[in-house]
């Protein structure tokens, strides 16, 4: 491998306390060129991702120390945005949805497949890191989003996002007044078919609106559109 590999070579965090999967995971990732660091329980995972950084974590919700949750939502109230995959043997889209709404960027369900997992890594580290124009930046309703920096002003005050409410906010504002359907915005944000399952836009609509509105529950920017999708509409 020279240099230049090693420079932009990612590196994956496995969270995952199951010898056989996390082995699996590891071999399948590093036959696809990434780096991998691996925890096998909740605190030394925890530890682990603040001190190491990694480009992604591979997160299991069933961890032995402290839950996958826990460490997500502690991740996210230290203001670490690395991104998150949670992995899951429970189907219940209670549990689905918990994980999106305190900061996770996508799930999958036990059993999956390497390949579909690896797909998945490589959709969510794509997006994360897309790199914009110096000058780029979309102001629409006191809100600007500087493309570049990924971060976000509301009539001055800088907001935090997940890289994940990020790209679908700057979506919505590129196509401002134009009504996009939730499966639009799954192939344009996630960049892969979701069968189906579309709440995953709809909580992160949902954290939009908590973060940019001033009455998250009559929206004047992020406006729904029954039995359609949503809309970013300008009015100002």
């Keep these: 491998m020279d240099i230049a590999e090693k420079i932009t070579t990612k590196t994956i965090m496995i969270v995952e306390d199951d010898p056989s999967i996390c082995t699996l995971i590891d071999y399948n990732l590093k036959q696809n060129g990434y780096h991998t660091i691996i925890a096998t329980n909740g605190l030394e995972a925890l530890e682990v991702a603040t001190e190491s950084k990694p480009d992604l974590i ?9 839950d996958g949750i826990d460490i997500c939502q502690n991740l996210r109230q230290r203001k670490i945005d690395t991104p998150i995959i949670m992995l899951t043997a429970r189907s219940e889209e209670t549990d689905k949805v918990l994980g999106l709404e305190i900061g996770a960027d996508d799930y999958m369900t036990k059993p999956f497949s390497p390949r579909e997992l690896t797909a998945r890594v490589k959709a969510v580290l794509r ?20 493309l570049d920096r990924y971060q976000t002003d509301l009539n001055g ?27 639009q915005l799954l192939q ?22 908590d973060k940019i509105e001033e009455d998250s529950k009559k929206p004047r920017s992020i406006k729904t559109v029954r039995g359609i ?8």
């Design 188 to 209: 344009a944000v996630w960049n892969y078919d979701f069968s189906g399952d579309t709440r995953i836009v709809d909580v992160h609509i949902s954290h939009l609106r």
């Design 127 to 146: 997006r994360v890191n897309t790199v914009s124009q110096p000058s780029d930046s979309i102001s629409i309703n006191g809100l600007t989003v500087h």
């Design 157 to 183: 005050k800088q907001l935090e996002f997940t890289p994940k409410e990020f790209e679908l906010l700057v979506h919505l504002m590129k196509h401002k007044n134009r009504v996009l359907s939730r499966d």
């Design 58 to 66: 591979l997160l299991d919700i069933m961890l032995p120390g402290m």
């Design 229 to 236: 999708g949503y809309k970013f509409e300008e009015f100002s």
